[in-house]
């Protein structure tokens, strides 16, 4: 895909809030949104981890949720339904979740192109660390052959997106084990850790993700890293 060079969009401020539970998050999302509703502020990259939960979204189902409830009392993990696009995924700890909250009237008012974009964004990612990732036309998504390594699922409001992303870094993939992923029984799960055979600072997967995602969005717009929310 072609890098945008408009130099009339606004900067894209991308903020790393580290470890943040999941509700928080959503509740700081809803606000951005509101404002750019308001037509204040600019467009907004959140970066974060998620402390373990497993989200539902509008098109999913909570018989793909494959643990029962004592089963999800010992492994310390809720299921919240979230008005995302999109089936039951899971978060947590070495997975870099991104949360764009776009003005898309700024870019183009085209949700399939605004996905694929996503996906290029986490493609290119994966390119500097050597990780092949490819799109399924089936799906939407990232993946390494027929294992998904990053999850979308978006929700937009008058043209202002929210939600996003969830790529698997350094993920305990063990926790996908008691749900379908994304509602898809026949493909399985990888993270970076597990094709390259090492941690990977999630840190540096950071920074590359906000340079590739001005890069797909924005051109040389500045990018702002914030100081980690309490």
């Excluded at 509700?23 to 974060?48: I, M, N, P, W």
């Excluded at 996906?119 to 092949?132: A, G, H, K, P, Y």
Aim: a negative charge; hydrophobic letters at 35%; aromatic letters at 6%.
């Amino acid at each position: 895909m072609k890098m945008r060079s408009d130099d009339s969009l606004r900067p894209i401020d991308v903020r790393w809030l580290g470890r943040t539970p999941f509700d928080q998050c959503l509740a700081l999302q809803r606000q951005l949104v509101q404002e750019r509703q308001g037509d204040r502020g600019s467009d907004v990259l959140l970066l974060t981890e998620h402390d373990h939960v497993y989200t539902i979204g509008t098109g999913g189902t909570e018989a793909h949720v494959l643990a029962e409830p004592d089963e999800l009392r010992r492994l310390g993990i809720d299921v919240v339904p979230t008005d995302r696009g999109g089936d039951v995924t899971y978060h947590g700890p070495g997975q870099l979740v991104g949360y764009p909250i776009l003005d898309l009237h700024q870019h183009y008012c085209d949700l399939h192109r605004y996905l694929r974009e996503l996906e290029e964004v986490i493609i290119r990612t994966l390119r500097v660390f050597d990780v092949r990732g490819t799109r399924n036309p089936r799906y939407t998504g990232v993946w390494v052959d027929d294992d998904k390594i990053c999850a979308i699922g978006i929700r937009t409001s008058r043209w202002i997106t929210m939600h996003g992303f969830a790529l698997n870094a350094n993920t305990d993939l063990s926790y996908f084990k008691h749900i379908v992923p994304c509602g898809i029984a026949d493909k399985g799960v990888t993270s970076m850790q597990r094709i390259l055979g090492s941690a990977i600072d999630i840190h540096h997967i950071a920074d590359v993700v906000a340079g590739q995602f001005t890069r797909v969005f924005g051109g040389n717009v500045p990018t702002l890293i914030v100081a980690s929310q309490s």
